[in-house]
């Protein structure tokens, strides 16, 4: 795990992608796509530094499977809230 | 989606067997209301029936629970289940095939209310709620507040909103109600039957003046309802600020 | 039954070792047979450490002198004070919670007597407007300040030993728990003297939760407190569920857990997510109130909607949360009382694990009369319906329970069957409510004030049925046998004297004391029952005032078929609880000594740390055969941490008074932000007497914490034992990891309001409030830097390179506050644009949640300062589990604005 080069790959990742992500928005795609493909870019980030940098994958697997409880429950209130009023 | 396909079906199906409850609003509820009650008493009075004979029956000292051929709890055993599972089960279906039968049976009644009566004979109202009273907006325009008029045996849909906060408008003789939400409309609809005076209220707690916050529903004869109607004449000072209000 | 071969075991196991509660004849210790493994291995400090069986239950000389020195005793003031062990915290609980079961019940009394009559607005006995307030903090105290206090006063006390914990994982943050409720409730009594208390109902429906129509300041005041409220419950939250999923005894696997553990286990589960996004719902609350936020306003699109969404998303699983103590109660009782296990034990687990999934997932049948559309509502027509059916399943395993019993009617057995009649009741009128056009008409009326009552009252009875039934075990004497019948007789009595005539008058509106003439003699009948069941508490508050003092004194074990572990040891149980390790490695429970045997008698303080970090050589007698066993010591060397080397002192802490202190410095600081209105203080005396709370308390808060951190206090070890499903993850990482899953819902509570409001507004015609996204792209690589360096100074710590972990740290420092200032400067551009918090909705989303984030970037700030500090003097080179945590939670921070930056700069 001590492994500052292998750190400093992750890091550059997530650099290049949050950089990516905003020339999406300045491609001039279409809105949905654009949005997607956002929002794909901010996941991917989300489980690079949930991955590596909290070590979720080298932890037991039901710390990961908590915080997905969360996010499922939040998910749900979001989504089942915005549905019922379309 | 899954729930529409279901809907559909249960609603193809349900609407056209005479087993569910159509007719005014007050009537389906009623309906549904005694059914429910009278099984409901009926499950209340045998489960806890049931439950006051054994503890009488197993009462300490009823010389029943007999320790010899019974294997009793003792102090610091990792828990475990006492059997009895056939039974258990036995009962648990039954409650949900009693519970689900009767929720879904009031299903068909849901579709029907919420479909409504057909556009051609309704006449609509559109309801504003604010602190505290209720103001009745008609088709022409005609606005009044705290006297809602209506034609007896037809049906009318009611729009209701609010000016201010949250508010719940109900007949509760006619058995309507439905939320008055600012910024956004509900609708709802009943036809009564009888000509006479009702009281409408609101619901939700809205703030002092919330136990006051009523209005006065007049069901009248149909030619009478016409002739005052043509009365009002479709320009009233009120409806113009109503107007804002929608627009906002 | 599938129950069958454990019960043999049991039987076999019982009849060898003899462990009856009723058994006189004690196990000589050195009679049995002594294994010693002979294992000694690195830790050996030559003496071999010797650990016998001791009888359970157990004897008073079998403890070791547990006497703190630094520890007062249980009759000074000084003990409440500082206390953190469980026991205490669960009285301070049960008594505080019993004194806002009083008021809320005397608020109820002032409603039933307004409704003795109808009421024009000139007959009134209270005014509307304090009707209201009563109506609304009657609500509040009884759900929020007394009902899961009450029960969480149990499951402080019961629950670790139930588990065969010594205390719970955090006993600091136990006591901060209890110190943040009662404060929260002193807010709370506080608001009534600010103009007015909140007066819009417990369930604060949008708009009339916001100062256009609720104006007093009291009103907030009530919105923080409850807000202080949640903060107590999300401690509470991270701890239980920490002790609960790593402190269980040896063989105590989930599915063996007493009932009563299980139901709290799943309540604080429950509890941990719910209570995130009522946290969510209650900060945009305060903030629409005092800084002039526009989420809940007229002028927001859905803003009424909102609050539903928010508030039921909460409250349905609040109704399983306070009723679940209730039912794990009952179970506990039926067995005991009945002589009898629960039928169908794993179908009633099952059951109750079915509801606390489903509860997230109904909160919409609240709405059906809201402009929910109807695939919605026939989606949570169904799953309302599915979360009934499990309540079927538990009552009838409770009662086949009774058959074949030997049924004591004591008093709890009384209360509790009592409760079990009176929550079938509340269920079948319940089902009445779940038929969505019966619903459309029950809506606002007392029918579902009658069937709530039946279902929460309910399980208050079952409840205080628990307080009759644990009062031998916390106080050691046994309380008066008639005065508790006595007391149920009238109580059941005033209970359905007060709760059935409201079915018969449920045309009634709720919160209305003008009703139908008709209707009268139902409403009185039922004021009548409201002072026959308020009044039967004296009984009982007399019962066991007197018993606690003069009450015939009690063993172990009182009654005769109580199985679980509290009841195998003394009454009231000593501060750590048992006189050795408690396991369940037999099939039954047994105490193992700690105790290390050393020739010539002299016993060092062997404190559980001790047998921890001698685990290796550790050996013990086996009950009733001379098979050697090894204890899984090598097990428990592998698991210890470093963390209770940085102290000498092995022996568990117990007293600190810095969260009695935090308390204080939040109560000070939320009386201080009462005051504020659209982001400002109001002029004059009583608005510099706000500003001045608000800095006191600021500053007391954060000093206390401060000096929580830097206090020597050793929390209970890491033992060997069941830790599923978290391995062999310390507390601190466990906890870090389940306040995140609460932290995960506050934030998803606000991103759903931004979405919902959106979608409510037209999702594309919202324009982001930054028209440029630069400077939050700029923001999106200062955090991912400074995430970056906070992995660097975790390296750096295990590489034992002070520098580089002081240099990494103070660099994450720096790219936070330039995140900060960046941010700074951005909302400065905005504010001379015109836009501000109350501009339009847009604004507000974008202010607030961008402003809870920055909040959290704060608080990681100073919690890097304090690490800065702290490693400068060297510390973390050898335990570094304090970066790591911290390091959890930085991540977690730059996680969330990932989703932030693209959701309000750019999409």
Not at chain 2, 83 to 92: Q, V
Not at chain 3, 172 to 186: D, E, H, K, Q
Not at chain 3, 221 to 235: I, P
């Amino acid at each position: 795990m001590v492994n500052t080069k292998f750190y400093t790959i992750i890091y550059v990742v997530l650099f290049v992608s949050a950089t990516i992500q905003v020339l999406v928005e300045f491609a001039g795609l279409e809105y949905w796509t654009a949005f997607g493909l956002i929002m794909v870019l901010s996941a991917a980030k989300a489980i690079l530094v949930a991955a590596y940098f909290q070590h979720l994958r080298w932890e037991p697997r039901s710390v990961t499977y908590l915080i997905g409880i969360g996010l499922a429950a939040a998910l749900a209130l979001t989504f089942a809230a915005s549905y019922s009023i379309l | 989606m899954f729930i529409v396909t279901v809907r559909d079906e249960l609603s193809a199906h349900v609407l056209q067997t005479g087993i569910v409850p159509r007719g005014t609003r007050a009537f389906v509820f009623e309906r549904i209301f005694e059914v429910f009650l009278v099984l409901g008493t009926l499950v209340g009075v045998v489960v806890i029936g049931y439950m006051l004979y054994n503890a009488y029956k197993y009462r300490v000292g009823s010389g029943r629970g007999s320790d010899l051929d019974v294997d009793r709890p003792v102090l610091g055993e990792l828990p475990t289940g006492g059997g009895g599972g056939k039974k258990l089960f036995t009962s648990f279906l039954l409650s949900t095939v009693v519970v689900v039968s009767l929720v879904s049976w009031t299903y068909g009644t849901l579709l029907f209310v919420e479909e409504g009566p057909q556009a051609e004979d309704t006449m609509e109202v559109r309801v504003e709620g604010y602190q505290f009273g209720w103001r009745f907006v008609y088709p022409n325009g005609y606005a009044e507040d705290g006297t809602l008029r209506v034609p007896q045996n037809q049906s009318v849909r009611l729009v209701v909103t609010s000016d201010d906060v949250f508010h719940n408008f109900g007949i509760p003789e006619l058995r309507v109600k439905t939320d008055a939400i600012p910024g956004t409309e509900t609708e709802t609809w009943f036809r009564a039957e009888e000509t006479g005076n009702y009281s409408a209220q609101c619901y939700e707690l809205c703030g002092s003046g919330h136990s006051f916050m009523r209005a006065t529903v007049v069901v009248m004869e149909p030619e009478e309802y016409e002739a005052w109607y043509e009365t009002t004449g479709g320009s009233n000072s009120t409806s113009n600020t109503t107007q804002e209000r929608v627009s906002l | 039954m599938t129950d069958e071969s454990p019960n043999d075991d049991r039987t076999e196991s019982r009849d060898e070792s003899d462990v009856r509660s009723d058994a006189t004849d004690r196990r000589p210790d050195g009679g049995t047979a002594v294994e010693s493994d002979g294992g000694t291995d690195v830790h050996s400090d030559g003496g071999t450490a010797v650990g016998t069986e001791l009888t359970v239950p157990a004897r008073k000389a079998d403890y070791e002198d547990d006497s703190d020195h630094d520890f007062p005793g249980m009759g000074t003031i000084r003990r409440w004070f500082v206390t953190t062990n469980h026991k205490d915290v669960g009285i301070l609980y049960i008594v505080t919670s019993l004194f806002f079961l009083v008021l809320g019940g005397v608020l109820a009394w002032l409603l039933r007597i307004q409704l003795w009559a109808p009421r024009t607005p000139t007959t009134t006995v209270l005014e509307p407007l304090a009707y209201n307030q009563a109506v609304s903090a009657h609500g509040l105290i009884m759900v929020f300040w007394f009902l899961s206090p009450f029960a969480f006063g149990f499951a402080n006390y019961i629950v670790p030993l139930q588990i065969g914990a010594k205390d719970l994982a955090f006993p600091r943050l136990n006591a901060l728990s209890y110190w943040l409720y009662l404060f929260s409730g002193i807010l709370f009594g506080v608001s009534f003297f600010q103009g007015g208390t909140f007066a819009g109902g417990w369930t604060m429906y949008a708009p009339l939760n916001v100062p256009t129509f609720t104006p007093d300041v009291g009103a907030s005041t009530a919105v923080l407190a409850l807000t202080l409220f949640v903060a107590s419950v999300t401690v509470s939250s991270v701890n239980f569920l920490t002790s609960m999923h790593k402190m269980r005894a040896e063989g105590l696997t989930l599915r063996r857990l007493p009932l009563f553990t299980w139901s709290i286990l799943l309540t604080v589960w429950m509890m941990l997510f719910a209570f995130a996004a009522l946290l969510a719902a209650l900060i945009i609350l305060s903030s629409d109130r005092l800084l002039g936020t526009t989420y809940f306003t007229l002028e927001s699109p859905a803003g009424s909607m909102l609050w539903a969404h928010l508030f039921w998303f909460f409250g349905h699983p609040e109704v399983y949360i306070v009723f679940f103590p209730a039912l794990g109660v009952m179970a506990e009782v039926f067995q005991t009382f009945t002589g009898r296990r629960i039928v169908g034990r794993k179908w009633f687990i099952a059951a109750m694990v079915l509801v606390a999934l489903q509860s997230f997932v109904v909160w919409m049948h609240h709405m059906f009369l809201t402009t929910i559309n109807l695939q919605i509502k026939t989606l949570f027509m169904i799953t309302t319906i599915g979360i009934s059916l499990p309540f079927d399943l538990m009552v009838f395993a409770l009662i086949y329970t009774m058959l074949k019993g030997k049924i004591q009617f004591k008093t709890p057995f009384l209360f509790v069957f009592g409760a079990l009649l009176l929550f079938i009741i509340g269920g079948i009128t319940g089902v009445f409510l779940g038929a969505i056009v019966l619903d459309y008409e029950f809506r606002g009326t007392y029918w579902v004030v009658a069937h709530f009552h039946y279902v929460m009252v309910g399980g208050v009875t079952a409840l205080v049925g628990g307080l009759y039934y644990w009062f031998p075990k916390i106080t050691g004497r046994m309380y008066d046998e008639f005065l508790g019948k006595l007391h149920f007789a009238i109580y059941f009595v005033g209970f359905n004297l007060l709760y059935f005539p409201l079915f018969v008058a449920w045309e009634t509106p709720r919160r209305v004391f003008d009703y139908a003439p008709a209707l009268i003699p139902w409403h009185q009948l039922a004021t009548i029952g409201a002072f026959v069941l308020g009044l039967s508490f004296t009984i009982m508050f007399y019962n066991l005032a007197k018993s606690a003092f003069s009450g015939e004194p009690v063993g172990d074990n009182p009654w005769e078929f109580a199985t679980t572990a509290e009841w195998a040891v003394p009454s009231p149980p000593p501060l750590e609880n048992f006189p050795g390790l408690p396991t369940y490695r037999d099939g039954s429970l047994a105490f193992r000594s700690e105790r290390r045997a050393i020739e010539g008698g002299t016993a060092t303080d062997g404190g559980s740390s001790e047998v921890r970090s001698d685990g290796g050589e550790q050996t013990d007698c086996l009950r009733d055969s001379s098979e050697v066993r090894s204890d899984g010591g090598v097990t428990a060397s592998a698991t210890a941490t470093p963390t209770d080397h940085d102290h000498d002192d092995h022996h568990a802490s117990h007293a600190s008074i810095w969260p009695f202190v935090v308390g204080v410095g939040t109560f000070l600081l939320f009386v201080g932000l009462s005051g504020m209105q659209d982001a400002a203080f109001p002029e004059g005396m009583m608005g510099s007497v706000y500003v001045s709370l608000t800095v006191l308390g600021s500053v007391v808060t954060l000093g206390s914490l401060v000096a929580m951190a830097l206090e020597p206090f050793t929390g209970p070890e890491l033992v060997d034992g069941e830790t599923w499903p978290f391995g062999d993850l310390e507390y601190g990482k466990v906890g870090m990891w389940i306040f995140l899953a609460s932290d995960v819902v506050l934030f998803g509570g606000f991103i759903g309001a931004y979405v919902f409001t959106r979608v409510a507004f037209g999702w594309t015609a919202w324009e982001p409030i930054p028209s440029n996204p630069i400077p939050g792209l700029m923001n999106t690589y200062l955090l991912l830097t400074s995430s970056f360096t906070v992995v660097l100074a975790l390296v750096a710590a295990e590489k034992k390179n002070k520098w580089g972990l002081v240099a990494s740290l103070t660099t994450t420092f720096v790219l936070g506050v330039g995140f900060l200032v960046n941010k700074g400067i951005e909302w400065d551009h905005l504010f001379h644009e015109g836009l501000w918090l109350s501009s339009n909705i847009r604004a507000s989303t974008f202010f607030l949640t961008t402003g809870l984030h920055a909040a959290h970037v704060i608080v990681g700030l100073i919690v890097t300062l304090y690490l800065i500090a702290r490693a400068m003097r060297g510390a973390y080179l050898e335990d570094n589990s304090s970066v790591e945590y911290f390091g959890l939670y930085w991540h977690f921070v730059d996680i969330v604005w990932l989703f932030l930056f693209p959701l309000f700069y750019i999409l």
